[in-house]
């Protein structure tokens, strides 16, 4: 049988966010971007266009950067999924926070948690990009302020291929 | 935004669930901006990603068949389209950021809406039901030059290029049951009484992409210009698909076939016949990339802003044929 959830229904998706498991009651227009600020506080991720077009909302969906403003939160039931805040142990920043830190690389800061999430996701995948594959899987997230050769720089310090492994 | 969302798990429960208004909805990188914007409007969704029959990619004796589920940077990344379909694999890496790859499906991508810069500001244009082409005497730039009618809009898609180019045959299913549809018939321009841009029926989905077992002696290429090196639509493509062999031993080595498909210069992959039967029989070496007179779009008629793409589009070919020979 075909389950159908009418637009004006509110039913139960439990998603695994940074680890935890969350039961959420959403109607199926909600987004996942929403879900995550309003539902469960999790502001480090921001909606900037809203139309998947600047990588802002970037979060990882079992491990893969997507786009949270056009994602509906209902067909993420049972995923795991990791925000900004899923990085750090407490005090304890992950090597990606702490190469942006240490290469200043934002300004405003409005996409660096997108930023931040796409660079930990290739290294997951990659740990030794070269610069041209570093490029390319950070094209999806723009940075108006114009840090992308800082972006660069601390993507590139973190590169098993830039330290000669 | 107001509409159920249908969860089906078979292709039965999905047709039967695309009652009136209802929506196809796969990855969504396209149609939920769509319906954001309001312009785009539906009762209900129905989401196929459950519905398994539509995964997977597999070999068989004579063909290789692509679930239409299979995701953008899935085919990027699959070892087998690599080796044997380059140029789709490159299309398909080419295409949009790596989110979008993530979450876009193959079958949404040969679905897609145009990316005419009016039709996605909402104005009354043939596309949203009126009686004009706004881009023909105005940003015409991105605009078509070749085998437009009313509208010159340009196809969006970077796979499309390379399905053709490699002839490849496309499955869809509906009310009516199943039909399959060579990539190349696919697509269609839209014009004044019928916007569609590919003719596809409102209730058929796109099931499996079929591509043909090629022998080894084929390769192919996708080669995409844009205003940026990255993250946005072709100002001209092309996909290449090419067949060299020895006709006997001693013999030079000749381009036996060719088939050269472009992309953004019309409302379709558009397939370039004289420059394939040029290129035919040809001895294949670098004397052909660097001395070959390529008449390409020969028949273009292109807009007050874009003629570039004609001569950008042959520099393209050539790009495409030099690559193909320096990975011999």
């Not at chain 1, 498991?21 to 809203?50: M, N």
């Not at chain 2, 077992?213 to 996708?222: G, K």
């Not at chain 2, 940026?228 to 031993?249: D, H, M, N, P, Q």
Request: hydrophobic fraction near 40%; aromatic fraction near 6%; include cysteine.
């Amino acid at each position: 049988m075909t389950r159908i959830v009418k637009s004006d229904e509110r039913v139960a998706v439990e998603l695994t966010v940074n680890g935890e498991r969350e039961r959420v009651y959403i109607e199926p227009t909600r987004f996942l971007a929403e879900v995550l600020r309003h539902d469960l506080a999790l502001t480090g991720l921001k909606v900037s266009c809203g139309m998947a077009n600047c990588g802002a909302c970037t979060v990882l969906v079992d491990g893969m950067p997507v786009y949270s403003c056009i994602t509906l939160a209902l067909d993420c039931e049972g995923r795991s999924i990791t925000t900004i805040e899923g990085l750090s142990q407490g005090n304890d920043l992950h090597p990606v926070q702490r190469a942006f830190i240490e290469h200043d690389a934002f300004q405003c800061g409005f996409c660096t948690s997108g930023q931040i999430l796409s660079m930990t996701a290739l290294l997951e995948k990659n740990p030794t990009p070269d610069e041209g594959e570093l490029r390319h899987n950070m094209s999806g997230n723009l940075c108006r302020c114009g840090a992308y050769v800082k972006i660069l720089q601390a993507g590139m310090s973190l590169s098993g291929a830039e330290r000669g492994e | 935004m107001n509409f159920d969302i249908a969860f089906p798990q078979t292709f039965d429960e999905a047709i039967s669930a695309n009652e009136n208004g209802a929506r196809w909805f796969a990855g969504g990188t396209d149609l939920i901006p769509l319906l954001k914007s309001d312009f785009v409007h539906t009762t209900r969704l129905v989401n196929l990603k459950r519905v398994d029959e539509l995964r997977g990619v597999v070999e068989t004796n004579d063909s290789v068949r692509i679930g239409a589920l299979t995701t953008l940077a899935e085919l990027a990344g699959h070892e087998l389209i690599r080796a044997k379909y380059r140029a789709l694999a490159q299309a398909c890496d080419l295409a949009a950021s790596p989110q979008i790859r993530n979450m876009g499906t193959l079958g949404g991508n040969l679905n897609q809406a145009s990316r005419c810069p009016y039709y996605r500001n909402n104005f009354p244009c043939y596309l949203h039901g009126g009686d004009k082409c706004f881009m023909r005497d105005g940003e015409n730039r991105e605009a078509a030059v070749i085998g437009y009618h009313d509208c010159v809009h340009v196809h969006p898609s970077d796979p499309a290029n390379a399905l053709v180019a490699l002839d490849a045959q496309i499955v869809v299913r509906g009310r009516e049951g199943e039909r399959t549809i060579a990539a190349q018939e696919f697509f269609r321009a839209p014009d004044a009484n019928d916007t569609r841009m590919n003719v596809l029926n409102a209730d058929e989905m796109i099931t499996e992409i079929i591509l043909p077992n090629d022998s080894e002696n084929t390769r192919s290429v996708y080669v995409k210009a844009m205003d940026r090196a990255v993250w946005t639509f072709a100002l001209a493509s092309v996909a290449v698909k090419l067949e060299i062999r020895e006709r006997s031993a001693g013999d030079s080595t000749r381009l036996e076939t060719a088939c050269v498909v472009f992309g953004g210069v019309a409302p379709i992959p558009y397939r370039e016949l004289r420059v394939e039967k040029m290129l035919s029989g040809k001895e294949w070496n670098k004397d052909l990339v660097t001395q070959g007179k390529f008449a390409v779009l020969q028949d273009a008629e292109p807009l007050a802003h874009n003629a570039y793409k004609i001569r950008l589009a042959r520099g393209l070919l050539k790009r495409a044929l030099r690559e193909c020979l320096e990975n011999a």
